[in-house]
């Protein structure tokens, strides 16, 4: 039986599930006491996550990614025998509120076995905290600031995107090799961007990395154009954006506009799919680090990935955030098939070090769960941008090395992370 | 003479009677953390409108007072002691005092001036919290914290369980408001309304308007920030967001839809607003045009907001 | 693309080969030019504001939006009119869209209390947003400016490229416009006249509803250039407006409210100051505006031209 997911009017999904959602949905709101019922059968993953806002984009192709899990793990049968339901829910891209109250009814009203969530970093750790406090398995897809699997780690949070050391490794040392030790710095200041500059700063320094400057902008930041000249008069080998979302779009556009990029080499950190298509084609360019690529000729299961990706976004290729849901979403299947139950601290205990299949990391050397951080391991794939693809409109990069993280992943103690497991 | 007051005295009742209720039947439509939200934002609705509404003064700056509550009782539980009142009164008193003092310098301004001036002491605001992320958490928030037991002496009651944790909310809003309300009643407030109706005419009569604003401003946004603690323990999280001026807009929206010249409108506001953004953004992701329908829909067809299509007979 | 290895040795006279940083003259000049420019962008969009603001005292909190459909507009028509058909087009058709909005809605709210504007602009605001999410998508989209625009002028002083010269030709063209029909035109000095006294002119025989109605779709005009100019230099999503609305307010709020010339004055102000603090303390380049803001007001209540006894 297909009772995938719960779904949401507006979100391209296709008539019949929607009709059955839609009924679904109905009985839900009608008789909340139908769904206590059902609770005992179904089991349900929750994802609270942005759909509006700033990070809407983010958002959604996660969720796409995760739909596609779970009608993959319903055709198999299931998580321990039983349906899969996929309830979602719009934290939205403001205060932590909205994503702490959805995370809350998720846990509380709807009884989910399982949390997935956000691509705010500042929402993760809201949402992180109300798991740990609930004892429910959390993945975090997307939601960036090392301190997730660093600082703040918790048992039950595991987190799929890379942290900012591991990104920075990846890519210092191909900026060192091929362009010069001259780095200058454009920082966005917060969090992520504090670390992604103090990690490049330690990756590039043992290979003779110079900083020649460094400036924080400010997040939101429209004109680029006073960090960019500055940029220009310490003359250095490469120009570093650490942006994100709308920032990497506006800066990369006007860097370009400006014709940096025919003097010096630009690249960064982290780099998405998202961001290289709402960039005009001349403005795709740079040496980056992807988390995840679709266009992986010669590795298994990838190309059937796409092509079912495909069919359900009308023709566009997965980003890494597709991917991110879709890994999400199959690891707490996995966790609960390996710990033959859906008790979070069994399921916690059966992700340490735990390999995901080749057909759910779709990577060349796989991915793993680092014990005692809960953070996957993957490839980082390292590349540069490019106008667009020789087969397909949607290839933007090209891949020239893929870095293995656990050569990037340095030790445990450095993450900082402490876990506490419940007694 | 009975019959004036049982109006009078009705919705108060009405309202009562459902917040007390209202873990009983919340779950047939939402979830009781839901409920408490309604009553926290409403109480920051109703505390907005106190200026508002009352003395006839318009504030978009209100987040800044609400996120210094909730950082106030974010920063004493990971910092201070971990005492859950001691939060609340330590973030009350943060948000007061700020009003006190940054009230002499824009009591001058009247209209959308004094609005604009203070969104920009929210944002200023807004911008230390993002900035000072040694301290704060910035863009990240604050974390690894979360409200602790009361001990009452004789009980430990656990606040980790939301039913508790929303009678908390209840007594707490009840203080609030049965304060303000008094306050409202006294000849302070009686002087407030006069202010509201006619300022000249009120300093005429001899009432010192630039005391009595500044008065009523920090009531206000002392009660915004006794909101703000609560909304902080409520989430064991806070970050930036919350004082940032579309944050303020929240408010106004609440207390403009529920009805400005009553005093539980604001409430039905934050409820209307609270229920609704929850209830569509799980059924669509086209939640943002069905809000803006429904206010459009208010302003259109209920310009004195749902309670003041009931309020025209009652005293304000 | 670039190729590994080569490089053009840089322009302008500031950098050694150490790569020594800029000279802080230059860079001051250079922001001070700068801030004009992007004070001159802030400016379009908070002129229109200020029309709707003076004449109706409608506060309209969904200009961001109609800043955003302008620009999606001006995306969906470059295919069939090129760049500069779409930059002719686009506002029009922005203004349009006012023109019936003003029509079905905005007119219910003249004569109550501003906050009703505002409720209900605020409304209108998710409504344009999400219409945009609905019909362009959540993914930003790549908007192509013609490449001979974005090319720079120069490498140093006027660290500049044909875009924002373009831009800040067109918003001075348009403001000029403006004033020039305020000033000259009948429409323009019923606009004026009904800014001081709206009851005197409509006793005066004029049709104070298409009067507001024309000045409501002057103003849309002016968000809608502004989205269509914006979009060149940032990245075209749903929300990119919403971060520009704040600087309109504060833009007319230094000038003064009920003045053009002071809104003028306020948005180029704000450009130049945010601009000079991102030499100095970037993090700030946001917040200086509202501390410019609350600065003007302690200092002269009724903004830098504003005049006395307005709202």
């Not at chain 2, 005419?201 to 915004?224: E, V, Y």
């Not at chain 3, 416009?177 to 709206?198: E, N, Q, S």
């Amino acid at each position: 039986m297909d009772r995938t997911t719960r779904s949401l009017a507006g979100f391209g999904v296709d008539r019949r599930t929607l009709l059955k959602s839609a009924a679904i949905g109905v009985a839900g709101v009608a008789s909340p006491f139908v769904q206590t019922a059902r609770a005992a059968e179904t089991v349900r993953i929750g994802l609270d996550d942005t759909f509006t806002g700033t990070y809407a984009a983010l958002g959604k192709n996660e969720m796409i990614g995760a739909q596609l899990a779970v009608e993959q793990i319903n055709a198999k049968g299931g998580i321990l025998g039983r349906p899969v339901e996929l309830l979602i829910e719009d934290s939205t891209s403001g205060d932590a509120g909205a994503a702490v109250q959805k995370a809350t009814k998720l846990i509380e009203r709807d009884h989910v076995n399982f949390l997935l969530g956000n691509v705010n970093s500042a929402l993760a750790q809201a949402m992180a905290q109300v798991a740990n406090s609930h004892g429910v398995l959390h993945v975090v897809p997307g939601g960036h600031t090392d301190a997730i699997t660093g600082d703040n780690c918790h048992w039950n949070v595991f987190r799929v995107c890379n942290t900012t050391a591991m990104e920075t490794a990846a890519v210092a040392s191909v900026l060192i090799k091929n362009f010069g030790k001259k780095f200058y710095y454009l920082i966005p200041d917060y969090a992520f961007g504090h670390t992604l500059h103090s990690g490049m700063e330690r990756a590039a320094k043992p290979l003779g990395g110079i900083s020649v400057g460094a400036d924080l902008v400010p997040l939101g930041t429209t004109d680029f154009s006073s960090y960019l000249i500055k940029a220009q008069a310490a003359n250095p080998d490469v120009i570093i954006f650490f942006f994100a979302g709308d920032d990497m779009i506006n800066a990369l556009k006007q860097a370009v506009q400006f014709g940096l990029n025919r003097k010096f080499h630009l690249a960064g950190a982290q780099q998405e799919l998202e961001a290289l298509l709402g960039l005009p084609p001349e403005a795709r360019v740079g040496t980056w680090v992807f988390e995840w690529y679709w266009n992986q000729p010669g590795v298994p299961h990838v190309e059937e990935f796409v092509a079912k990706i495909r069919q359900k976004t009308g023709g566009h290729v997965p980003t890494a955030r597709t991917w991110f849901g879709y890994a999400s979403t199959w690891t707490c299947a996995l966790a609960a098939e390996t710990a033959k139950s859906l008790d979070a601290v069994k399921m916690a205990r059966a992700l340490q070090d735990f390999h995901l299949p080749p057909e759910v990391a779709l990577m060349p050397n796989g991915a793993f769960y680092r014990a005692g951080q809960n953070q996957l391991i993957p490839d980082l794939f390292v590349g540069n941008a490019r106008e667009k693809g020789p087969k397909d409109p949607e290839d933007l990069f090209e891949v020239t090395e893929v870095v293995k993280g656990s050569s990037v992943a340095g030790t445990l103690e450095e993450t900082g992370c402490k876990m506490n497991w419940p007694a | 003479m009975r019959n004036e007051s049982l109006t009078r005295h009705a919705p108060t009742v009405i309202v009562w009677l459902a917040l007390l209720s209202l873990p009983e039947w919340i779950n047939l439509v939402a979830y009781t953390d839901l409920g408490s939200q309604v009553v926290i934002l409403g109480l920051g609705a109703i505390a907005l409108n106190f200026l508002l509404g009352f003395t006839g003064v318009l504030s978009f700056g209100h987040a800044a007072y609400f996120g210094i509550g909730a950082y106030g009782a974010g920063l004493t539980l990971r910092y201070l002691a971990p005492s859950t009142g001691l939060a609340i009164a330590i973030g009350a008193l943060a948000g007061m005092v700020a009003a006190m003092v940054i009230g002499p310098l824009i009591i001058r301004l009247r209209g959308v001036y004094f609005a604009m001036v203070t969104i920009a002491f929210g944002q200023i605001f807004y911008f230390i919290a993002f900035r000072w992320h040694s301290v704060t958490g910035g863009d990240d928030g604050l974390t690894n914290w979360s409200r602790q037991p009361i001990d009452l002496g004789f009980a430990t009651v656990d606040l980790k369980n939301p039913i508790n944790f929303y009678y908390l909310t209840l007594i707490v809003f009840a203080l609030c408001t049965g304060a303000m309300a008094w306050l409202l009643n006294s000849p302070f407030g009686r002087s407030l309304l006069a202010i509201r109706e006619n300022e000249r005419r009120a300093q005429f009569l001899g009432i010192p308007i630039n005391l009595h604003i500044w008065l009523s401003w920090s009531i206000s946004c002392g009660f915004a920030a006794v909101a703000g603690a609560m909304y902080a323990l409520l989430n064991n999280f806070v970050d930036p967001r919350a004082l940032h001026w579309t944050q303020s807009g929240t408010f106004v929206i609440m207390a403009v839809l529920g009805g400005m010249r009553s005093f539980w409108g604001p409430l039905i506001g934050s409820a209307i607003y609270v229920v609704l953004q929850d209830y569509l953004s799980s059924r669509t992701t086209n939640w943002m045009s069905l809000i803006g329908l429904v206010f459009i829909l208010v302003v259109l067809f209920f310009p004195r907001g749902i309670l003041g299509m009931f309020g025209r007979r009652a005293s304000s | 693309m670039r190729h590994k290895g080569e490089r053009e040795s840089p322009q302008g006279p500031s950098t050694a080969v150490s790569g020594a940083p800029a000279d802080m003259n230059q860079l001051i000049l250079f922001n001070l030019f700068n801030g004009l420019i992007v004070g001159a962008f802030y400016a379009l969009m908070a002129l229109g504001l200020s029309l709707i603001m003076n004449l109706t005292g409608v506060i309209n909190f969904a200009h961001g939006g109609f800043l955003a459909i302008g620009a999606y507009l001006a995306y969906s028509l470059i295919p069939y009119v090129g760049f500069w058909g779409a930059l002719i087009i686009a506002p029009l058709l922005t203004a349009a869209i006012g023109l019936v909005v003003e029509r079905l809605l905005i007119r219910r709210v003249y004569g109550l209390d501003p906050l009703y504007s505002l409720l209900l602009t605020f409304g209108l605001a998710f409504i344009l947003e999400d219409a945009t999410r609905l019909i362009w998508g959540a993914q930003a989209v790549a908007y192509q400016v013609p490449s001979a625009l974005t090319t720079p002028l120069s490498y140093d002083y006027f660290f500049l490229t044909g875009y924002r010269l373009l831009m800040v030709a067109i918003a001075a063209v348009v403001v000029i416009a403006l004033f020039v029909i305020l000033k000259y035109t009948r429409l323009g000095m019923r606009i004026r006249a009904g800014t001081t006294d709206l009851e005197t002119v409509s006793a005066l025989g004029v049709n104070t509803s298409i009067l507001r109605n024309l000045n409501f779709g002057l103003g849309i005009y002016l968000a809608g250039l502004a989205g269509v100019l914006a979009a060149g230099q940032l990245g075209l999503q749903p929300t990119i407006g919403s971060s520009l609305i704040m600087p309109s307010f504060v833009s007319i709020i230094i000038g003064g409210l009920g003045s053009l010339p002071g809104t003028l004055l306020g948005g180029l102000l704000i450009g130049v100051a945010s601009s000079l603090t991102s030499v100095f303390y970037p993090s700030a380049t946001e917040a200086v505006m509202y501390v410019l803001m609350a600065s003007v007001l302690l200092v002269r209540p009724r903004g830098l031209l504003g005049e006395e006894g307005r709202f």
